[in-house]
């Protein structure tokens, strides 16, 4: 059973900087893509930041230009550099994995992002 682990949630002023990272263990294959959602009190969760293995990247528009994602594929770690933070990035978020050979997706416990105006 795939486990995802995060770290690096907090609070910030609006305007600072985060990182959060995850680390991927439990499958002998590496995840074909990772990412990032976050799930904000009263509305449902959305992906904000995806990587594939390849290293290609999707972002959502509200994070466009602020946040960036990398991974390490030896390692299954995936990092989220969150930059210009704003009172609306407050939310918890949760590391993704999706294992494209298995058609599964997996995703963390979560971790809170408190960004204060």
């Known amino acids: 059973q795939a486990q995802l682990v995060e770290s690096g949630g907090g609070l910030v002023q609006a305007g600072g900087s985060l990182r959060l990272s995850c680390a991927a263990s439990g499958s002998i294959f590496s995840p074909s893509t990772m990412g990032w959602g976050r799930q904000a009190p009263g509305k449902q969760r959305e992906l904000v930041a995806t990587?594939?293995?390849?290293?290609?990247?999707n972002f959502a528009d509200s994070v466009k230009g602020r946040f960036t994602i990398s991974r390490d594929n030896g390692k299954n770690t995936v990092l989220l550099q969150m930059n210009s933070l704003k009172p609306e990035d407050t939310a918890v978020y949760y590391c993704?994995?999706?294992?494209?050979?298995?058609?599964?997706?997996?995703w963390g416990q979560g971790t809170q992002v408190t960004v204060s105006s």
């Open positions: 990587i594939t293995d390849g290293n290609s990247t």
């Open positions: 993704y994995a999706h294992w494209a050979i298995f058609a599964r997706d997996s």
